[in-house]
């Protein structure tokens, strides 16, 4: 006789996971994407507690960031991802991957993923300078025309720029010596971490993220305390003269 499935509703108490609604809004893609991830194997089985009910595991929606970033970052196919979460045995075995990814883009929050339209409107910039944002690098989501709240707060500061004049050229050396930065840093944990374990270079590398972080804030901002403490007044940077 074959297992029959509960029909007990869940309670508020007791809900399992993510209704599909729910996981779409969390993860920021649409159902259908949903769905394929499903059927190729990349997402876990929803727990059903009626014929026309779902519930899916939280943990999707890290798992649905990674697989965007993996297509994204790394160029590789659903078919390669596959592979790869095969690869790696079970969870345990791939909690080091998921972490890592968590100290790079963050945990999972409950940011709204907006479009351009609305992106422009929480803004206050219009369609044509979130062109020229995006094309100089200056603004970079994700994934094409979705954006964050960190994109929309960055675009935000934008917007205050531009209103006292300020202009896209102006902030280009940002991404220019940005790359340079990230390309050094990219040599370096390579340098670091080639002879080590997968687990091994994924824990060296969550910790030379965490550094990198503070070193980049803490001296970019001493040398630029340093410039302001030398000048004798707002007027003149006296340590150019």
């Not at 994204?72 to 390669?80: K, M």
């Not at 603004?139 to 006292?164: N, S």
């Not at 824990?203 to 550094?211: D, E, I, S, Y």
């Amino acid at each position: 006789m074959p297992k029959t499935t509960s029909t007990r509703p869940a309670s508020r108490t007791d809900k399992p996971g993510f209704r599909m609604n729910e996981l779409v809004k969390a993860s920021g893609v649409p159902k259908s994407t949903i769905l394929h991830y499903l059927h190729q194997g990349l997402l876990p089985e929803p727990t059903r507690t009626s014929p026309n009910m779902a519930y899916y595991d939280p943990g999707c929606v890290d798992r649905i960031r990674f697989i965007l970033h993996l297509q994204d970052a790394h160029r590789l196919t659903l078919a390669e991802i596959k592979e790869m979460f095969e690869s790696r045995g079970d969870e345990a075995d791939f909690s080091a991957q998921l972490q890592l990814n968590d100290i790079i883009f963050g945990k999972s929050r409950d940011d709204r993923i907006v479009d351009r339209m609305d992106f422009c409107s929480a803004t206050g910039l219009s369609s044509d300078q979130v062109k020229e944002l995006l094309d100089a690098k200056l603004l970079l989501p994700h994934r094409e025309d979705k954006f964050d709240q960190d994109d929309v707060r960055m675009g935000a500061m934008y917007g205050r720029g531009f209103g006292f004049g300020l202009k896209v050229e102006d902030m280009s050396y940002y991404v220019e010596l940005g790359e340079k930065i990230v390309d050094r840093e990219m040599a370096l944990r390579s340098r670091m971490t080639h002879h080590l374990s997968y687990e091994e270079d994924a824990a060296r590398t969550m910790q030379m993220v965490k550094n990198a972080r503070m070193c980049r804030a803490y001296v970019i901002d001493r040398l630029f305390q340093r410039r302001v403490g030398a000048m004798r007044d707002l007027k003149k940077d006296e340590s150019r003269t």
